[in-house]
């Protein structure tokens, strides 16, 4: 399969990435967000790759490299939120469906780890783009105890790299569910973590990921899994993680077993990445998720009726072998 690097101008701002083209004027356009300490390159792991399956599968796929990774500029001077970053990637993906989007119903999201608390930003934005959905995983609203500790005893200057063998620890399944192979490979598109945004992920972000949610009236899929060494994981915080999204017309949420923070590099991805691409085009060919989008803008059409109506609409899966 072929990637194409991506080079965007938005706004005075340069936005890289990475492209794969899909040939069925249908399907949604597919942005994937990375999350900390990766660049793009994060889903075109060989093997592994989600814009290979949305080839193989005609979506055309962008995965953009978040501001400050890859070639994407900073963020400006003195704004390092993941808001600030949603308004940037916001104007970014707009430029996209200029570009790419005549005839397709619309975009979905699919993103990891911080890249998926940006992506909640931006869908809480409610974006003049037609967003269809968006489909999250490595991200929680609890992080353990010694995460939280760790991340605010860093020296408060310059990115943080993590060593090796801190990253094989908490972002890798144990042996059997991850191949020695495949996180080798990911190591190609390993950067630095912005320290703000490993403050953000353990302060600002388990403090209104409630109120951020209840403004999302897109779809939503989660997936927390089972050896993510970086949140807090139980049924219990899944089913609580995606009854925040109050106004979404539909929440699908899975605790995946077998598989650790980095789900998209485990011998699990291929399940991942076929479960999302059938969750965008769920959002593409249902009438709730594309047609009154600019009702729902505005809170018009019901995208706000309350909990008790939206609770046929909210599963929490799981699967045998992690006895929940």
């Avoid at 940037?88 to 780890?113: C, F, K, Y």
């Avoid at 090796?164 to 569910?177: C, F, I, S, W």
């Avoid at 495949?182 to 912005?194: D, G, L, M, R």
């Amino acid at each position: 399969m072929t990637t194409t690097p991506i080079d965007l101008s938005v706004d005075g701002r340069r936005i890289t990435g990475l492209a794969a083209g899909g040939d069925d004027a249908e399907s949604p356009l597919i942005v994937a967000l990375h999350g900390g300490g990766y660049g793009s390159g994060y889903f075109d792991v060989p093997g592994h790759s989600l814009l290979d399956l949305g080839e193989a599968t005609r979506f055309p796929v962008f995965s953009l490299d978040r501001p400050g990774y890859g070639w994407s500029d900073p963020l400006p001077g003195g704004r390092a939120t993941f808001g600030d970053s949603a308004e940037v990637l916001d104007a970014a993906i707009g430029a996209l469906w200029t570009d790419h989007g005549d005839g397709r119903p619309g975009v979905v999201l699919l993103s990891h780890s911080i890249g998926s608390a940006i992506a909640v930003h931006i869908a809480a934005r409610r974006p003049r783009w037609p967003l269809l959905g968006i489909s999250l995983h490595g991200v929680g609203d609890r992080s353990p105890e010694h995460i939280i500790s760790a991340w605010r005893a860093l020296p408060a200057h310059g990115p943080v790299e993590l060593p090796r063998e801190q990253r094989r620890a908490l972002l890798y399944g144990p042996a059997g569910t991850v191949d020695v192979e495949a996180v080798e490979a990911a190591k190609a598109s390993v950067e630095p973590i912005p320290l703000e945004e490993m403050l953000e992920i353990v302060g600002a972000w388990p403090e209104n990921v409630a109120e951020l949610a209840a403004e999302v009236v897109v779809p939503v899929q989660y997936t927390l899994a089972e050896y993510d060494g970086l949140w807090v994981v139980d049924a219990s915080r899944v089913e609580t993680f995606a009854g925040y999204f109050t106004s979404a017309p539909w929440v699908e949420a899975k605790l995946q077993a077998g598989a650790g923070h980095n789900l998209d590099h485990h011998r699990l991805s291929r399940a991942l990445h076929l479960r999302q691409l059938a969750f965008a085009w769920e959002c593409a060919a249902r009438p709730t998720a594309a047609g009154d989008y600019d009702d729902r803008l505005t809170g018009r059409n019901g995208a706000h009726d309350g909990p008790a109506s939206q609770a046929h609409r909210r599963g929490v899966g799981s699967d045998d072998r992690a006895g929940l």
